[in-house]
């Protein structure tokens, strides 16, 4: 809007592997999804986002989530 201000944000996750360094979701979701850790790296994700967003108060930030349906409804 051309303000300067905040209108949308991006968590984007990403894997700090010992060895090869830091991996993208193309890496680890599918062994996530195979193993049946989606829905605690999705909470995981989300609290981790939240805990963030707490260091923005002059942002005045609000956290919007559609996917958390979504996760409660797995």
């Known amino acids: 809007?051309?303000?300067?201000?905040?209108i949308?944000?991006?968590a984007l996750l990403r894997w700090h592997h010992p060895s090869r360094g830091?991996?993208?979701?193309?890496?680890f979701i599918s062994?996530?999804?195979q193993s049946g850790l989606m829905n605690p790296l999705g909470w995981w994700a989300l609290r981790?986002?939240?805990?963030?967003?707490?260091?923005?108060p002059?942002?005045?930030i609000s956290i919007v989530c559609f996917c958390l349906?979504?996760?409660?409804?797995?």
């Not at 349906?69 to 797995?74: A, G, H, R, Y």
Request: with cysteine; net charge negative.
């Open 1 to 6: 809007d051309g303000s300067g201000r905040v």
């Open 8 to 10: 949308g944000a991006e």
């Open 22 to 27: 830091l991996l993208g979701p193309g890496h």
């Open 31 to 33: 062994v996530a999804e």
């Open 48 to 56: 981790r986002v939240f805990h963030e967003s707490r260091r923005w």
């Open 58 to 60: 002059q942002q005045c």
């Open 69 to 74: 349906l979504t996760l409660i409804s797995e």
